[in-house]
Structure formats: C-alpha cells, structure tokens
C-alpha cells in the first residue's frame, strides 16, 4: 500500500469548515484513497473513499487532486462530536489483501 | 442492524495466562479481521478470517491466534501473556474477504496485563 503522511495535529472551531490534508505521492492507478476516524476509545469508522473523482457523502467530502498525489477531507460543519484522529488510507480497491495499515493520523480538535 | 460486537469490553489478565477474546461480526458479514493498538505503535493488523480459513496473518508471535466460526463469529486467543501485550484489541468485519477498503470496526476489547 502506498504511504501516506498527514500534519499530526489541527485544530478547528466548531461551526467552520476542517480540511484535513493527506498527501500520498507515491500513489499507484489501482488505489483508492480511504479514510477512517477513531473517536478516543473507540472502534475505527469509515468516512469516505475516492478514486480519482471528489466525493461526497453524509459525513464528509474527499477531494482528490488531479494528479492523485494528495487528497483531503472536508468536514464542512465541524462540531465537538467530530474530535478524533483522521487516518488517511491508500490501498487498492479490489480483492488484493485484506489489511488496513494506519499511519499516525491527524488528532483533529474541535473547539467551542 | 447490530454493529461489530466485541465480547468482553475489558479484561484483566495476569502476566504468563492465557486470553480469549471474541467478535460477533454485523449479520451477513462473512469476514473477520483483527487489529492491535498500543500507544506505542498504533494499530497493526494481527489476522483476517473468511469462511473459517486464515487470509491474511500480520508480523506476531505464535502466541497470537484466532478462529472462525461457521457462523463467522470469530475468536482471538493470546498464550503466555506478557506485559507489552496490554492493548486495545479490535475486531472487524466486512462482506467478504479483500473487500477494498469497506471494514465496520467493534468498539474493541481493553486487555490489561498485570
């Protein structure tokens, strides 16, 4: 799987817009760009995911670059429910191994 | 419908003993995968099941196993306890094994190694 690197740390106040960066440069054609959160004590939660085209669902929006060497998700009405750590996953999207790997995150805080 | 249930939420073992945890994946899910947490090195992948069969195992020791079920419940069992293995264990599940990226996540086992 394709590595990824993420700031380890944002901030954002609730009501705004978080945009939260993931930059994975050495992307191959066949890898979706995933992302998961981990709320404190919690399980790992599915946002999104993208191939090459912006998405969007309930939860968020994925805007992948043209070139795919970076993405980032856009929680566009942050509230305190949404601090958590971001994981940014590149791997492919067919039946090719069935792990995730984490990297570090984005501990994303949601002020009042 | 019901989430990805892991059985129990905490546990407190003794250094040398031996742990079994369980995971009851959402109906209809026929794949298990485990994952270990610890501050140290995060979350790191130990094994994945489908249809009773080990897929895909992670970089532990032998004391690190699992099983499935024909009902795809799923079971991890850790021997000879040590400190270091004090994580949080979680379970997930998906509709079949390699299914992309698509995992739902239990809310994990807490093991305490004293």
């Known amino acids: 799987d394709a590595k990824t690197t993420q700031p380890p740390s944002m901030d954002c106040a609730e009501g705004r817009a978080a945009n939260l960066p993931c930059n994975h440069s050495?992307?191959?054609?066949?890898?979706?760009v995933y992302w998961y959160r981990q709320i404190h004590s919690q399980g790992p939660q599915y946002i999104i995911h993208g191939l090459k085209n912006n998405e969007t669902n309930e939860m968020a929006s994925l805007i992948i670059t043209e070139d795919r060497k970076s993405s980032t998700l856009i929680l566009p009405h942050a509230t305190l429910r949404d601090t958590a750590v971001y994981y940014c996953i590149v791997r492919p999207g067919e039946t090719s191994g069935s792990r995730l790997t984490f990297g570090e995150g984005t501990q994303l805080t949601v002020n009042p | 419908k019901a989430g990805v249930t892991q059985t129990p939420r905490y546990l407190i073992k003794t250094r040398g003993q031996q742990v079994t945890l369980s995971c009851s994946p959402i109906s209809g899910h026929r794949s298990v995968s485990w994952y270990q947490q610890t501050p140290g090195q995060g979350l790191q992948f130990l094994f994945e099941y489908f249809s009773e069969t080990q897929r895909n195992k992670g970089n532990f020791p032998g004391r690190f196993s699992g099983r499935q079920f024909s009902n795809s419940r799923s079971e991890m069992n850790v021997s000879t306890l040590e400190l270091g293995d004090s994580a949080l264990y979680l379970c997930?599940?998906?509709?079949?094994?390699?299914?992309?990226?698509?995992?739902?996540f239990g809310s994990g086992t807490r093991l305490t190694v004293v």
């Open positions: 997930a599940s998906s509709l079949a094994a390699g299914t992309g990226g698509l995992y739902t």
């Open positions: 050495t992307i191959s054609g066949n890898e979706y």
